[in-house]
């Protein structure tokens, strides 16, 4: 079993007894860039700080810390604003793992090999556009060229990740995407909701694509460097230096934001894409960041509605789709094995809709017509 602190108890105990990093590092002889290590999941302490850190914060072992199977599978969700994972998600998320372990056998590909991940994945700006310029390297896109949903979609599967396109409706669930990584057998499914706004769509491909690169992250660290990735990915240093000279010429706000949606409609990003990386760069190099918030969101929200939801344009708004076009669609342009595998393993293993509702989390009315497609 590995060890880790339980960051949620340790935040929610410094926060009851008035100590910070600092006051911690001072109560325990040791640097404050090691307290700062402690919190972020980096390193962790030895028994005797251990100790009395949990004395210091009044906290029991079990409080303090948490024990992890190494084979645990590993979640994460890419939710919609506002939402909070619940304990409900999560379990939900775990019994979709364990379905995921029986289709493993079905793989298409070699799962005893270990694809390429990044050693020591970090936020910061330089290092993301190293790592984002060779992906576009190996993709075949310059930095200043418009990476396509094809692009992501093949990467993918090159990096051996199992797409699973998913009509999960527009506004009814928690989470957008989730991705799922099985240890045990070092493979990586992600599920896709298709009921969003195209622009969205590709950036949490993208963001999807981030958390491929680096499984051994978890929790907050993982969302952030995904972000992160997935925002560096489409909207490079060569394009956010450009357009930052570009908008801060401009003298006002109206001005700035509709130059910003010009960009995202030409890269066919989101906005918010655009304008984050211009801040990301502004910010790295000491410049003055692009103060637009909270109107740009309101001027996001609008363009978005002049696109459609992919679902919508994938099966021409014939919503919901029958599920032999469903199926087909998705299969083709996702360039997905989810649904052959699947479609073997029930007809080997005599499994009946119950399985296709727990593993594509849908309702049991949709479960049951997409397996008499299947089978």
Known sequence: MEKRLNLDQLSRAMDNTGLNQSALARQLSVSRETVSKWLRGESFPRPDKLLHLGKLLGLGF???VVKEDPDAPVVAFRKMKGTKTRDHNIE???????????????????VLSMQPVL???????????????Q???????TPTETIDFE????HFGKLQAVVIPVLWGNRQRHENATHIYLP??????IYLNLDVNVHDFKFWMAHELGHCLAPDLRGDAAEDFADLFAGTLLFPHELASVAYQTLSRLRSDKRKMESILELADKHMISPLTVYKQVNFYAETYDKTALELEPAIHGWITRFNEGYLNVSDSLFDGDMPPEPEKYLDTVTEIFETPFFSMLGKFLKEQHKGPGFVQTVMDVPLLDARSLHDALT
């Open 62 to 64: 079990s409080d303090l």
């Open 92 to 110: 939900n998320a775990q019994t979709m793992c364990r379905m995921l372990q029986h289709l493993v056998p079905y793989l298409p590909f070699d």
């Open 119 to 133: 050693k020591e994945p970090r936020c910061e700006y330089v290092y993301l556009q190293q790592v984002t310029r």
């Open 135 to 141: 992906i576009r390297q190996q993709i075949n896109v």
């Open 151 to 154: 692009h992501l979609i093949r």
């Open 184 to 189: 045990a057998s070092q493979t990586t499914w």
